[in-house]
């Protein structure tokens, strides 16, 4: 009987996929837009402490 080719488990598979989504092509492009959309104004309304604590539970 032949044998089974062994599974990938899911933590190598998201490697891989991060690896091939994440390349080195792109990268400063990448980086750029992350870091400008991180410098734009933050939200203008501001929350409670109640409403904090329930989008965010356990924290």
Known sequence: MAKR???ETP???FEELK???FSS???ERRI???LEVLNRPG???K???D???WIAPGR
């Open 5 to 7: 080719a062994p599974k």
């Open 11 to 13: 933590k190598n598979r």
């Open 19 to 21: 690896a091939k989504h």
């Open 25 to 27: 092509r792109g990268r």
């Open 32 to 34: 750029a837009k992350a």
């Open 43 to 45: 939200p203008t309304f």
């Open 47 to 49: 929350l409670d402490r």
């Open 51 to 53: 409403t904090v604590k």
